[in-house]
């Protein structure tokens, strides 16, 4: 059985798919978060800067063309255990511009336009392309969104999923592929509209979640999911009302404020990095359970928490999968 962002590719190359799309055209040129980038052939390479883009390239079927990985939130997905092991990472979180460049990268792949992007903290793309090394950040993280603010940026509209399906066209394009790319899609959409009619299915009223991401330490405010960003999106589709009111990414806010939305289930992340202790999930269902304040919410005291990969929480092909993780677990709010 082909797991389920490699059967796209399957399927195209067994001719089972959609009808087969002509090669890409080049010279292609794309506008890319405010700056626009042409190829003139599909790269040889490329590094990336972002687990994000490193799945799309996977899911495409393009893991030979990664020479480079960095900035890991948690394991990449099971199907792609063998080969991401070949495939160099220069750093856990946030590599070094040198690192980046001494790979010679026909392309570097990005993520957020916090590490490469106007104010990078990698480097500018503007440095990348002096070295004639073009740069692609995936839309999802620019589409609706204004990343002058703060290293997450502040959402200006709801982020939607037709942003990750953008970046995978437009990387299957890139890399003379465009077939895979739309098949791909398709299947993403697919189990997309499933998730969702299963949840309106439950008929769920006034039922809210809150999404937390990590805390710089375990006693004060959390991160925890804004009004639009991936989480958000997840909560509307599934009508869930989001009991946090700010729009930036992810925002702090006081467990007193969180006890008193009381919402209906916690949705806490699980990773393997630990830049800070609440990375540990452990450590973080430890706390809610002992916590004078955050332990008398109803869905602890229920166990109606929900543990996800940190890195569905972001924009990325993961949302899907996350979406159906949350539908199945949707009906135990009615008990």
Known sequence: MYPKFLLASALCATGLGVAAQADTTYPLTLENCGSEVTFDKAPETTVTVGQAATEVLYALGLGEKVTGTSVWFTKVLPEFEELNAGVERLA????????????????????????????????TRE?????????????????????TKGSDGTRLEMYEMSSVYRGIEEMAQIFNVPERGTELVASLKARETAAIETAKALDLTDSSAVFWFSSAEMDIDPYVAGQAGAPAYMMEALGLRNVIESNEEWPTVSWETIARANPSVI???????????????????????????????????????VILDAHAMDPSIRNISALETLAEALPALDQ
Not at 112 to 118: A, D, F, Q, T
Not at 127 to 147: E, M
């Open 127 to 147: 440095q990348f392309s002096d070295l004639g090394i073009p740069t692609y950040v995936l839309p999802a993280d620019c589409v609706g969104k204004d990343n």
């Open 92 to 123: 856990d979180n946030d590599p070094s511009f040198e690192s980046v460049v001494a790979k010679r990268p026909g392309l570097v792949s990005v993520q957020y336009e916090w590490h490469v992007g106007p104010q990078g903290i990698v480097a």
């Open 267 to 305: 949705v806490v992340a699980r990773m393997e990095r630990r830049r800070f202790e609440a990375d540990d999930v452990e450590k973080k269902l430890e706390f809610l359970r002992t916590d004078p304040v955050a332990s008398q919410m109803d869905a602890v005291k229920n166990d109606r928490i």
